[in-house]
């Protein structure tokens, strides 16, 4: 099991790598917020984790919070992404500039 | 649901099958940021594997909890939806932090759960519980890292540094090491839940003490770092929980931190541990001070209605916009002032500098959402010999990425930054509040040189102002 995650987790560092080196300056903002949405899929541990929490109240109220922050990330972080991609696309060139529409 | 489909559901095998499509899904995603017309679909594209890695969860551990877990999801998108939807453009760096800090907060309060579940770790492996303490210590730092950075952005904490001066790299390095010490000790077997919170106490001593320090300027290399740190804490979670959709996205985002961190640094031309280890802070402002009044040559202030002139005229004008520009609100006035430029047949560029902002591609996201086209915007290198060919640098809000005692004055904390060459423009216009030097306390020559003209304003009723005088030429 730790063999086969360390892989997963070695390997996924280079892809990362690799994909995100090639993202351009201009979208560097986009990608920041982008990748706070992915960093929400960490509500995936609160939800795997309150499976088990037993009765133990206390428990049970920060995975809650957890789940809360980790639905924020996901949510909200995706949501401004496209907000904010959407005013890339609108207008890619003025007419004048020949590329484009 | 059939017996049948529900054994089929809860079989992890397909609960593995679905997060590889999940993880997939973010990469192919991902890849679509490389240009600005894929960018949204890959978006998209993440989000809805984002959306098959949680209903897949959601379906193979249904034991009960679900008046809970809906809780969660509600509030959470209760606070999430509205935030995404209302925030200023240039607020982004404050919601990235935000973001950044509401993960961090998630993955320690998880790992903490799993301590309280497995009553201190007992008969868990040993690598799970080091996967798992080091993501308590890391998303610990990067919660409380990330709201003092919000704080501070927010202007809710002074912007200035807040340092102990040459003790701070001695007292985080205590901190650290105090933290891995009590880690040690739960690892060890003690069960102790009180070591437990002593070590995220630690932790979030630690976030505090790294980014108090940290002025504004190197707050693009702090998001990054604290995106990193998020990103690596969820990795970590990943391993100690044996799923792999966490362990792929939180690499995904530690190495996206990561890169930034290192552009923005190797922006500066500063190394990473000199930021964290206080910044432009001390020296940079006793050396302002010192060097104030330094350069005596003259400022020549200009109106509104002479840099309309001298615009009207122009074949090529350079736009250099900073943090000023954000502060301002001054994005929309400046996309019309180019506009109106553009309309006589004057040629209009954007330098953008790295770690103009607050964030990484801060300027560009500015200027996008005051519709100015994207392939106008150029970056540091590709500008620099420009400016010789322009008629016109305007800069905009932007103080130290001009500032040419970067490539002249050894002295001086900024020396060796690569800056924007705006001096070899044939005309430069500053548009600046006062002549206070910037956040990093330095004064810039730039102002006293004879070919630079400064019109003293806010940025964007200066802009506007130009704008007015334009039409009257």
């Known amino acids: 099991m730790l063999i086969t995650n360390l892989t997963i987790l070695v390997l996924a560092g280079f892809v990362g790598y690799a994909v995100i080196s090639k993202i351009p300056n201009t979208l560097h903002t986009p990608l920041m917020s982008g990748t706070n949405a992915i960093h929400g899929i960490v509500l995936l541990g609160g939800l795997l984790v309150i499976a088990f929490s037993g009765n133990s109240t206390f428990n049970k109220v920060i995975l809650v919070i957890a789940i809360t922050f980790g639905t924020i990330n996901i949510v909200g972080g995706f949501l401004v992404t496209d907000r904010m991609l959407e005013m890339f696309k609108r207008k890619p060139t003025r007419p004048k500039d020949g590329e484009g529409e | ?473």
Do not use: C
């Open chain 2, 1 to 473: 649901m059939t017996p049948l489909a529900v054994s089929f559901i809860q079989d992890p095998n397909f609960l593995h099958v679905l997060y590889i499509v999940a993880f997939a899904l973010f990469i192919y995603g991902m890849s679509g940021l490389t240009g600005p017309r894929t960018a949204v679909r890959g978006n998209r594209i993440a989000a809805v594997g984002m959306a098959i890695a949680v209903i897949a969860t959601l379906l193979s551990h249904s034991e009960g909890n679900w008046a809970l877990i809906a809780i969660g999801i509600v509030l959470g998108t209760l606070v999430g939806v509205p935030a995404a939807r209302n925030v200023r453009m240039t607020a982004m760096p404050q919601m990235v932090a935000l973001f950044n800090g509401v993960g961090g907060g998630a993955v320690f309060l998880i790992a903490w759960a799993e301590f309280r579940n497995t009553h201190g770790y007992e008969h868990t492996a040993t690598y799970i519980v080091l996967f798992s303490l080091f993501a308590a210590i890391v998303g610990s730092i990067s919660f409380w890292g990330s709201n003092i950075a919000f704080g501070k952005l927010q202007e809710l904490l002074p912007g200035r540094p807040i340092t102990l001066g040459r003790s701070q790299q001695f007292v985080n390095g205590l901190l650290l090491t105090g933290a891995i010490a009590l880690a040690a000790a739960v690892a060890a077997g003690s069960h102790s839940q009180l070591e437990f919170i002593l070590m995220l106490v630690l932790a979030a001593i630690l976030g505090n003490a790294l980014v108090l320090p940290i002025g504004g300027a190197d707050m693009p290399v702090v998001i990054s770092m604290l995106n990193a740190f998020t990103g690596l804490s969820a990795a970590a979670t990943g391993v100690a929980l044996n799923n792999p959709a966490l362990i792929v996205a939180g690499m995904i985002v530690g190495a996206s931190g990561s890169i930034l961190t290192n552009l923005m640094a190797v922006a500066m031309n500063r190394s990473i541990p000199a930021i964290i280890a206080g910044g432009f802070g001390g020296t940079g402002v006793v050396a302002g001070a010192s060097g104030a009044g330094a350069y005596a040559g003259t400022v020549h202030s200009v109106s509104a209605a002479d840099v309309g002139i001298q615009l009207a005229y122009a074949r090529l004008v350079i736009v250099v916009p900073g943090y000023g520009m954000a502060v301002a609100q001054a994005q929309h006035a400046v996309a019309e002032l180019a506009k109106a430029l553009e309309a006589r047949g004057v040629e209009i560029r954007y330098a953008i500098h790295p770690v103009a902002g607050r964030m990484p591609g801060h300027m560009n996201v500015l200027l996008a959402e005051a519709d100015v086209p994207y392939d106008q915007l150029k970056d540091m290198d590709d500008i620099n010999p420009e400016f010789s060919r322009a008629d016109v640098a305007l800069v905009i809000g932007a103080n130290d990425v001009t500032n040419p005692a970067a490539k002249t004055n050894p002295a001086s904390p900024i020396y060796g930054m690569p800056i924007l060459d705006v001096e070899n423009a044939h005309q430069v216009v500053v548009i600046k509040r006062s002549m206070n030097p910037g956040f990093a306390g330095i004064e810039n020559e730039l102002y006293f040189k004879p070919n630079t003209a400064m019109l003293f304003g806010d940025a964007k009723s200066a802009v506007t102002d130009i704008t007015g005088e334009l039409a009257e030429v």
